[in-house]
């Protein structure tokens, strides 16, 4: 490109030139001491433009003759860097692959002369995944010795694999070190939230959570996640104690649009209804039900005792048209109707729920109910198959001998009376032949 661009002024300064003396060649004399020369200017034009490029092409001849070691240097340093760029990428999808040895093996083919610490870095994790941790902790020291100023970038890594060895205190105590000296580190962070996770130190990441948010480390709705993952680990945490208060705590400190989240209201109603606490658990329920019908907390609805089960009845009855198919609402209501003893209703509202698919606790309630109210093979024949819901498949081999036997019990039944049916007629057929001849005697008796 460049040799076409100076032919191309070469060219047009010729041109230019010609034009120019065309009409006039014009006259130059060059004169030292005795000597002299006389030519046209074109002439004299044309031999100075070929002596200045003469003379800059010896220029750079000389010159690159004079640089060529240091030239050859150069060339030699590309080379090696396309060479050990191309390892990089090779060691790299390697390490993607999974193909952990073949990895490690190219990273490290030219670690030594890139003077950066990323193969080794990536090395490390090819050798953590080969379970190797002295070569972890000799990757991780060459990285460092190879580049000192990537303390942090080491640090990371060196937790990262800690974390995924499940040396939990170690990583802990990497990570702390990284965000003493830059707090808002956001790998760091990311970092610290899946130690937390992993090791499940829930109060730890619930003091992370505000940090999480105000640097937008995850997008609104992994975040909205996270925060729920976290104070439902520590409601369940809290409702593994005996006391009500620490319950009630945790319980407090979850946020007002997590505390209409009907996860976290399930768990926290459940261990009041426990704990026998009927009447505080029952208005939470009504209320979180009342703006979002949810399955897991009208069957706690079902199981309140409270001092007066008709106000539950009434309230759950409410949900029932928009939801009248509903096997859970159906048990719900089921119960508390037993409860008020309306029995007729709990019976109509258990088969239903039966009806619409209510598992085993349905028939189990519904065999309650008709053995109260004196059904006892009803109630039998419900427990039964209550029982058979709740055992699955059961023995699928003698389900089958026994429906062959109950057919051929079936065709043996049949068969029998057939063959009854054949000697019924046959005693028919003989007694109508004998009456026809005992009147044929009477009447030739009568002549």
Avoid at 119 to 140: D, P
Avoid at 305 to 319: F, G
Avoid at 366 to 382: F, G, K, R, S, Y
């Amino acid at each position: 490109m460049k040799l076409l661009i100076q032919t191309i002024i070469m060219l047009s300064a010729g041109i230019a030139l010609a034009l120019f003396v065309k009409d006039d060649p014009g006259y130059v004399l060059l004169g030292y001491g005795k000597y002299s020369i006389e030519t046209s200017m074109a002439i004299f034009a044309v031999a100075s433009i070929a002596v200045i490029f003469v003379s800059y092409f010896l220029i750079r001849l000389l010159g690159g003759i004079i640089h060529s070691p240091s030239n050859y240097r150069k060339w030699q340093d590309r080379r090696r860097d396309r060479v050990a760029n191309t390892a990089l990428t090779r060691g790299l999808l390697a390490q993607a692959e999974g193909k952990w040895r073949q990895s490690e093996k190219a990273l490290l083919t030219y670690a030594k002369k890139t003077e950066s610490a990323v193969n080794y870095l990536a090395a490390a994790k090819s050798a953590q995944a080969q379970g190797a941790t002295e070569r972890v902790n000799q990757y991780l020291d060459m990285a460092q010795a190879t580049e000192p100023t990537a303390n942090t970038a080491i640090r990371l890594t060196q937790a990262e694999l800690l974390i995924d060895s499940r040396q939990f205190d170690r990583a802990e105590a990497a990570l702390a070190r990284i965000r003493q000296e830059d707090p808002q580190n956001t790998r760091a962070l990311i970092l610290l939230t899946k130690l937390c996770q992993e090791s499940k130190n829930w109060n730890k990441l619930s003091e992370l959570l505000y940090d999480l948010k105000r640097n937008k480390i995850y997008s609104p709705g992994v975040y909205n996640e996270l925060e729920k993952q976290v104070h439902t680990e520590l409601l369940r945490e809290s409702c593994k104690s005996d006391s009500l208060i620490e319950v009630r705590n945790s319980w407090s400190i979850i946020p007002k649009v997590l505390q209409k989240d009907a996860d976290l209201i399930a768990l926290f109603a459940n261990k009041l209804i426990n704990e026998d606490r009927h009447e505080e658990a029952e208005p939470l329920l009504r209320t979180a039900i009342k703006q979002h019908f949810s399955d897991k907390l009208v069957y706690l609805y079902g199981l309140l005792y409270t001092s007066n089960p008709y106000n539950e009845l009434s309230a759950a009855e409410k949900w029932y048209k928009a939801n009248a198919q509903n096997p859970t609402l159906l048990l719900t209501l089921g119960r508390l109707s037993s409860r008020s003893e309306l029995w007729g209703k709990a019976r109509s509202y258990l088969e239903s729920s039966v009806e619409f698919g209510g598992g085993p606790e349905t028939y189990h309630a519904l065999a309650q109910v008709l053995e109260h109210i004196d059904e006892p093979t009803l109630a039998a024949n419900a427990y039964r198959k209550g029982l058979e819901i709740a055992s699955g498949k059961g023995l699928p081999e003698l389900a089958a001998l026994t429906a062959k036997k109950k057919a051929r019990t079936a065709a043996a039944i049949a068969k029998k009376q057939k063959e009854e049916a054949a000697i019924a007629k046959l005693e028919a057929d003989a007694k109508s032949v004998e009456a026809q001849k005992n009147e044929e005697k009477m009447a030739v008796s009568a002549a």
